[in-house]
């Protein structure tokens, strides 16, 4: 067997691959997959933020001014504005909600539809011009607060949440979240079938976690859109503040997922939030203070950024930082699905070899016993094999032995590395059974 590599040049050599980070979006989805991005969006015209997907033609937009007191469309938190061009909000409980320009919460809100049998079909609260296909974006800094344990939210497709618990108020809270845990931040992805003290939730689990975010400025983004059968959110995070976007989870809610409750709205347990709502918000609790800039809620056009990504790219060759003599690299590319490739140690790492500068969209991994465990991953990609990028992370779904689609945006690549950090089984190993890159059409 093959020694594994130190534990401390395992890390020097993940913090390298992860500090040439050249702005790719990068996708992980949980369950059925749908196209990622098959290019950024270019800077947002406004503030100069990559968009994930491109504005939809004459769709609804808003980004935070200079003078957000005078904003109509904008109510909540007090923001008190900085020296630096961010805005500074100390409020313990906070809700910043944002309006749809045809939606008036006072005149407004005793119409909503609310009934979901009514909505599936209706496919919005208010009118045609709610929030509904939207990407959610804004850098916050966690200056204090009084639980590290709490998380940033940003969420649409509702309007505003109340703490009644009592119909019609409850069904007004329906929405997809997206958190991001001040602690260390980690990032989840859940569903609020209606609003009534947590009643209503199904929720989902932390993933992409380090270190601290408090005192750093961070990106986050929310994306959720219609597919078939269902709704995808995705989760975006610019750890370092730079305009440098990383896709850590995703979710396609296409049935199964559900509640614990009773819905008392008239819908299922495991009832799908398909239609808009006049209200995306953003919202956190015990801070005491946080430094904001850069909100925005754009109306998306996803098919304006999909591309087809199912061209298996045959390698040349795969190595790996560590490996067993029984399980060498090889083994993951060989087609038999009853042999692996097993690496030992925090950071093992498969590379497969294209053999020579392809477009590159994704990887395919069929992880050995993944009916039985999950495993945390980082895949990177090099044009090189000296300077990587990394371009997915996340986690698998433990639940198949067939390959699970991990998806980014096509850019050119020779070489594909999968690194391994953690695993259910607890057992320091890591075990791929078969990994192909993927390419697009």
Same mark, same amino acid.
């Given at each position: ?15 390298? +691959?992860?500090?040439?980070?050249? +702005? ?21 015209? #406004? ?68 009934? !979901? ?21 804004? &850098? ?17 497709? +509702? ?15 329906? @929405? ?17 079938? &209606? ?5 209503? *939730?199904?929720?989902?689990? *932390? ?14 983004? #929310? ?32 049935? +199964? ?34 430094? #904001? ?11 304006? !950024?999909?591309?087809?990504?199912? #061209? ?13 003599? @029984? ?44 009916? !039985? ?14 300077? *990587? ?22 850019? !050119? ?29």
């Amino acid at each position: 067997m093959r020694r594994p590599r130190p534990l401390s040049l395992m890390i020097a050599l993940a913090a390298a +691959g992860t500090l040439s980070t050249t +702005g790719f979006t990068t996708g992980a989805p949980t369950s059925t997959p749908t196209p990622a991005p098959a290019s950024l969006a270019g800077p947002d015209p #406004v503030d100069g933020v990559t968009m994930i997907y491109p504005t939809r033609a004459g769709g609804q937009v808003w980004h935070l001014s200079k003078t957000p007191a005078a904003d109509p469309r904008l109510d909540g938190a007090t923001l008190a504005p900085n020296s630096d061009g961010t805005f500074t909000v100390r409020d313990t409980a906070t809700r910043i909600g944002v309006s749809t320009t045809t939606y008036d919460q006072d005149e407004h809100e005793d119409d909503l539809v609310w009934r !979901q049998p009514d909505l599936r079909s209706r496919g919005f609260m208010h009118d045609r011009n709610d929030w509904r296909n939207v990407e959610i974006t804004g &850098y916050v800094r966690y200056v204090s607060g009084t639980d590290d344990g709490d998380a940033f939210t940003w969420y649409a497709r +509702g309007a505003r949440h109340t703490g009644s618990g009592q119909t019609p108020e409850a069904c007004w809270g329906t @929405a997809y979240k997206a958190d991001l845990r001040y602690a260390d931040g980690a990032v989840k992805i859940e569903k609020e079938i &209606y609003h009534r003290k947590g009643d209503g *939730y199904a929720n989902g689990t *932390y993933t992409g976690g380090g270190a601290s975010i408090k005192g750093k400025t961070v990106g986050f983004k #929310v994306v959720m859109y219609d597919i078939p059968g269902g709704v995808r959110v995705e989760a975006y995070l610019d750890r370092a503040g730079n305009n440098t976007w990383t896709r850590v989870t995703s979710r396609d809610d296409t049935g +199964g997922w559900s509640i614990d409750t009773d819905n008392p709205c008239g819908g299922t347990r495991t009832e799908k939030v398909t239609w808009g709502g006049p209200k995306a918000a953003f919202r956190w609790d015990d801070a005491t203070r946080v430094d #904001v800039s850069r909100l925005s809620v754009r109306e998306i056009d996803p098919a304006g !950024q999909a591309e087809p990504c199912s #061209v298996r790219l045959t390698p040349a060759g795969a190595t790996a930082s560590t490996w067993e003599a @029984a399980n060498p690299p090889a083994n993951a590319i060989d087609g038999k699905p009853a042999t692996r490739w097993s690496g030992e140690g925090f950071g093992a790492n498969l590379v497969l070899d294209l053999g020579a500068s392809r477009p590159v969209c994704g990887v395919d991994v069929a992880w050995y016993q993944g009916d !039985q465990r999950w495993n945390d991953y980082t895949v990177y990609t090099s044009p090189d094999n000296v300077t *990587y990028t990394k371009v997915v992370e996340g986690r698998s779904s433990g639940t198949t032995l067939n390959a699970e689609p991990y998806r980014f945006p096509r850019h !050119q690549a020779r070489f594909v590395r999968i690194s391994w950090w953690n695993s259910s089984a607890g057992n320091g190993w890591a075990s791929i059974a078969e990994a192909t890159a993927v390419g697009a059409s």
